[in-house]
């Protein structure tokens, strides 16, 4: 017989209390910050040309009688990204299922939730490329109020600009926020902070600390081949070893500068 290809930790003892630890890295689902394209066609290694559009500033103060003597102007840059394949895979023994079923359902479980975790990471990763910015000494509402004032329309009134915000940074905009901060019970949903300025914010442990990211669903776009795919594989009935496989195809990729504003505090910019 071969040697095994995999080590799970299972109970061998005979009185068992169950037990699973939380495996999200964040409960925030970023997905539904993300215009979501699941037309996406394709195999992993393939290229796809995106357009990413972004303006140059153009509030000038004037005096009496003084016109504009710059505008504001769309650029286009267009990157190339590669179609990926996101992979997991759980093997498991016909006598470890038969030992401990709780081993397979929680190796089951953590494929969609691995999987979960890496969308996560990679969305939030395209949202820190954003590069219009504000610097500011501490997250208060004024803070806030000229982040959201670099967006090109005021879309607040629904709901389209919203902040990602690091736990560690949490408690430091309540403190200053204070009364400025609302909560609105039909945004109670996982990560949900409050509203400031119209923007709600959302905690993430994939958000930067000392950053805060202020963006609509249009900056972020996620090309998708439609599905999760599952396979299950009986590579060896002699040896009765079973094997799953989860994998999803696609790119993320930050489409449009104009609709992402970083708002970074002077300190964390200075340490480096």
């Given at each position: ?104 359902t929680t190796g089951l479980n953590h494929m969609a939730v691995d999987m979960f975790n890496t969308a996560n990471k990679k969305a939030m990763a395209e ?49 200053n926020l204070k009364d400025d901060l609302k909560y609105v019970e039909d945004y109670a949903r996982a990560g949900y902070i409050g509203h400031v300025a ?75």
């Open positions: 017989m071969s040697e095994l290809n995999h080590t799970h930790q299972k109970y061998d003892n005979f009185v068992l209390a169950v037990e699973f630890e939380n495996q999200y890295q964040s409960k925030l689902d970023l997905m539904r910050f993300c215009t979501v394209d699941d037309s996406l066609v394709g195999t992993p290694g393939m290229k796809k040309k995106i357009n990413r559009y972004s303006a140059t500033d153009g509030t000038e103060v004037l005096t009496i009688g003084k016109g504009n003597t710059k505008n504001i102007e769309t650029k286009l840059t267009q990157e190339e990204y590669e179609i990926e394949l996101l992979q997991n895979r759980f093997p498991y023994y016909d006598e470890e299922a038969m030992q401990d079923p709780n081993v397979i949202f820190q490329k954003a590069t219009a910015k504000v610097e500011v000494e501490k997250f208060d509402f004024d803070a806030f109020v000229d982040g959201s004032a670099l967006f090109p329309e005021n879309e607040q009134e629904d709901m389209a600009i919203f902040g990602l915000v690091h736990p560690k940074d949490k408690a430091e905009i309540r403190k119209g923007v709600p914010l959302y905690n993430s442990n994939h958000a930067t600390q000392g950053t805060v990211i202020l963006a609509t669903k249009e900056a972020v776009k996620y090309f998708v081949k439609k599905g999760t795919e599952i396979e299950q594989e009986r590579s060896s009935a002699n040896e009765r070893l079973t094997t799953v496989y989860s994998r999803k195809y696609g790119i993320f990729a930050f489409v449009d500068d104009t609709k992402a504003v970083k708002l970074e505090k002077k300190s964390t910019s200075v340490s480096g």
